[in-house]
């Protein structure tokens, strides 16, 4: 590999900034299309759009941003687990919650900061990529790798789908990924396609600041210390606030700060000052009692393997890696092996970070370790783009230098090389890029739809807590009101004891004995409950319903008399906000 011929020369093609400018217009509108098809708005028939990709996850989104623009959650609290201190981090919903409510639409208020975050992602990681190698091919190759993963879970999608005539439009018409594992008991994860941004909005604006901060870093190079010393002032005050904006994140900015301090002296001015004013912040709000550590019940711990963990041989981890992550696996140690040393600098946390996501575990589900992974492929993929654009320059050398009988033959294989390894490296991305190019919608009713969410918005204060009889997209989160306990996935993963608080929720439920009730009615703060059957659903709490219906009046009940919601001061007559 000619790794002089990549270091010495200039971009290849394009010298003047057109082309990137109209590389940049196409990301953003890229990033702008990816995220207002997966959630969108029906105004008139008020219904919230949501992708099925992004239907589960948002039933905790959602909650959080209409807590803070149609209801009252200061200081905050999460609204699916009140009456504790909000332990996630919180700050991105609360922005686009402001947005609804100073009058932008809904979709608006959420994907235009969730596009710009992703547009940062996408326009740094090319800028970066080219500051680094000088070539724009393996620039543009790095973006391509990180839209179209890499993983062999194309293997899995043909196992499920074999090649037939119709092959081809299936696979343009598909609205599946082609791995969802764990979930779907595949061997590949389903956290390295675009599933991840589009559900996890503010990953990707935090993301995106980072990859802005690592592109300040190299371009800073020779310039002024008062210029350094103002970037110093703007990025210490936005990751002074990381903490509550996305905790994983402001991990891997503290690695990358480290690193860069060590390996990369004229950056120290920079990072001094940065860590300064960022520390200053974190430690106001500390004092000011929120949240920048992480969940009361989560603790760091020794975790080896990530979702590999346990007594597992060598030739399983390395199956595992060759699933998740394909001649990565491959071109990536060879990348670095022949990269120029500043590249090999600039390698460095992402490699820190990517041993530290396989060694420890930060949250009660190591799947959420999956962040620093991403983070990690970012940087890594530059280096098999860097290896696959060297190799067809090596062969294109030789090439040149053959008789005119084996000329033709080797500048052949210079092409047909680089492009099998770059099929191999994408057909995994191309596969899930087109599940969600197809995929519709599902509608919400919004609260000029649904009755009883605009029950909720007219007769209920702003900060009312309800007892939920379900757990997924409840009238009252829609309303923007607080419900006493969410789905388990997210009140456990964000460090809430669910099941203690699911034993209060069953003994409410249960009725029968007023007094108790009522207790602990007014010991959690419920202002209202909803009753209907749910003697259908194991998930969902075993409501008595006629004890509600026969003993006490509803503020409510719905046209088909299976929907009713009691005020608690119906039930309770000392006053449902009265403390025991």
Not at 513 to 534: A, K, P, W
Request: net charge positive; hydrophobic share 50%; charged share 10%.
């Amino acid at each position: 590999m000619n790794t002089s011929a990549i270091e010495n020369k200039q971009p290849h093609f394009f010298p003047n900034r057109l082309f990137d400018y109209a590389l940049y217009c196409a990301l953003l509108a890229f990033s702008l299309w990816l995220m207002f098809k997966t959630f969108s708005y029906d105004r008139e028939r008020n219904l919230i759009l949501l992708s099925p990709k992004i239907w589960s996850d948002f039933a905790a989104t959602l909650p959080m941003i209409r807590s803070f623009s149609f209801g009252d959650n200061w200081p905050p609290e999460y609204p699916i687990f009140p009456g504790l201190p909000i332990q996630y981090h919180f700050l991105f919903f609360y922005l686009v919650g402001k947005l609804e409510q100073l009058g932008a639409p809904l979709h608006w208020a959420l994907n235009v900061p969730s596009a710009i975050g992703f547009f940062a992602v996408l326009a740094m990681l090319y800028a970066i990529a080219k500051k680094l190698f000088n070539d724009v091919r393996i620039a543009i190759l790095s973006v391509t790798f990180f839209l179209f993963n890499g993983s062999l879970s194309f293997i899995q999608y043909f196992a499920k789908h074999p090649v037939t005539t119709t092959s081809l439009t299936n696979f343009l018409s598909g609205t599946e990924f082609s791995a969802m594992g764990p979930w779907d008991g595949g061997k590949v994860l389903g956290v390295w396609h675009l599933n991840v941004f589009i559900n996890q909005r503010h990953f990707g604006v935090a993301l995106g600041l980072l990859m802005c901060f690592i592109f300040v870093c190299f371009w800073l190079r020779g310039r002024s210390k008062t210029t350094a010393l103002t970037f110093a002032a703007i990025f210490g005050i936005l990751i002074g606030f990381l903490p509550l904006f996305h905790k994983p994140v402001m991990l891997v900015f503290a690695i990358t700060m480290s690193t860069f301090f060590f390996t990369l002296p004229y950056l120290r001015i920079l990072l001094l000052t940065t860590g300064m004013i960022a520390g200053i912040i974190v430690v106001s709000l500390w004092l000011m009692s929120f949240n920048v550590t992480g969940p009361a019940q989560e603790s760091i711990s020794w975790y080896p393997g990530f979702t590999m963990h346990g007594d597992r041989s060598l030739t399983e981890v390395l199956m595992f890696l060759w699933y998740q992550f394909g001649l990565h696996c491959i071109l990536v140690p060879i990348g670095m092996y022949f990269a120029p040393m500043r590249v090999k600098q600039a390698m460095i946390p992402a490699f820190l970070v990517f041993i530290i996501a396989f060694s420890l575990k930060f949250s009660p589900d190591v799947m959420a370790n999956h962040k620093f992974i991403n983070f990690s492929l970012i940087f890594m993929q530059m280096l098999s783009a860097y290896v696959i654009v060297s190799s067809y320059d090596s062969l294109k050398l030789f090439a040149a230098g053959r008789g005119r009988f084996l000329r033709p033959a080797a500048y052949v294989l210079s092409g047909v090389i680089p492009m099998a390894l770059t099929s191999f490296l994408t057909v995994s991305g191309i596969i899930d890029f087109f599940a969600i190019f197809n995929d519709g919608y599902a509608g919400i009713a919004d609260v000029g739809a649904d009755e009883k969410a605009a029950w909720f918005s007219a007769n209920t204060p702003p900060d009312t807590v309800v007892l939920n009889s379900s757990l997924l997209y409840h009238p009252a989160s829609i309303a923007g009101r607080k419900v006493f306990v969410g789905w388990p996935y997210f009140t456990t993963t964000a460090g809430y004891d669910h099941d203690g608080r699911f034993e209060i929720v069953k003994a409410i439920y249960a009725g029968g004995d007023q007094n108790r009730i009522c207790s602990l009615m007014r010991q959690h703060n419920i202002g209202f409950i909803t009753v209907e059957d749910t003697s259908g659903n194991k998930d969902l709490p075993q409501i008595n319903v006629s004890y509600f219906r026969d003993n006490f009046s509803p503020s409510y009940l719905s046209s088909d008399n299976k929907y009713s919601i009691f005020a608690v001061e119906n039930i309770c007559p000392l006053g449902a906000r009265q403390i025991l």
